[in-house]
């Protein structure tokens, strides 16, 4: 299958500092990946969906302001936490699509975010 | 896309079959079922999808009922590494509105023991 790959895998920061998790589509081209974020002992939640040259689509209840999403390149998506606080530690997962094919998402492997 | 409800676990001994329930009663004629598994702390896996024919692939086995209203995914030999949150997900088919976007459950937490 398909391979995204995510970096870092883990990250601490300080509160109040920014975080950037970058996304990679390693051997497909993805007009479109995806951000979940998962709290502990809870499913996936959908943030937010990346399009390839254009804004990002927003969930209900997320903030455009405070998790930047930019899709520069058909293979490269980041999401950046800014001004992070300590209930933004969570574990961050990007997905994508193959570009025009039905398939299934693929999943990177995840960030997990703890900001002390 | 259509809701789904999964037992919250399940349990099964190492070199049985691992049979999960799936129920999605309110299925619409284009809707696919998705399997996915999330093993601790990584991201999630895709196992298998299918439209109403049964499937099969190295994974597993998924099994549609005739009226689609539930599926029954089958890991035919299950090993400890089989221990994984498993998510059955109702969605149309990617191209449409809903890009491939994936709306999870709670899941089934499926434990495998020696």
């Known amino acids: 299958g398909a391979v995204v790959s995510q970096h870092p895998s883990w990250v601490i920061c300080k509160s109040g500092t920014s975080v950037k998790i970058e996304c990679r589509s390693l051997d497909f081209q993805a007009t479109t990946m995806f951000w979940y974020r998962q709290f502990p002992k809870q499913s996936l939640m959908l943030m937010a969906t990346?399009?390839?040259?254009?804004?990002?689509?927003?969930e209900q209840g997320v903030e455009k302001d405070k998790f930047l999403i930019n899709h520069a390149s058909l293979t490269l998506s980041t999401l950046t936490v800014t001004s992070a606080h300590p209930e933004d530690s969570s574990f961050y997962i990007c997905s994508a699509r193959v570009l025009g094919q039905n398939t299934e998402a693929f999943f990177g492997q995840g960030t997990r975010l703890t900001v002390v | 896309d259509a809701k789904t409800t999964q037992p919250p676990s399940m349990d099964c001994a190492e070199g049985r079959a691992a049979n999960l329930p799936c129920n999605h009663s309110?299925?619409?004629?284009?809707?696919?079922v998705y399997w996915y598994r999330q093993i601790h702390s990584q991201g999630p896996q895709y196992i298998i999808h299918?439209?109403?024919n049964n499937e099969t692939n190295e994974m597993a086995s998924l099994i549609i009922t005739e009226d689609r209203k539930s599926s029954t995914l089958i890991l035919p030999h299950a090993t400890l590494r089989d221990t994984a949150v498993y998510y059955c997900?109702?969605?149309?088919?990617?191209?449409?509105?809903?890009?491939?976007?994936?709306?999870f459950g709670q899941g089934t937490i499926l434990t495998v023991h020696p």
């Open positions: 299918g439209l109403k």
């Open positions: 309110t299925i619409s004629g284009n809707e696919y």
């Open positions: 997900i109702v969605k149309l088919p990617a191209g449409g509105t809903s890009y491939g976007k994936l709306t």
């Open positions: 990346s399009n390839e040259g254009s804004k990002a689509t927003y």
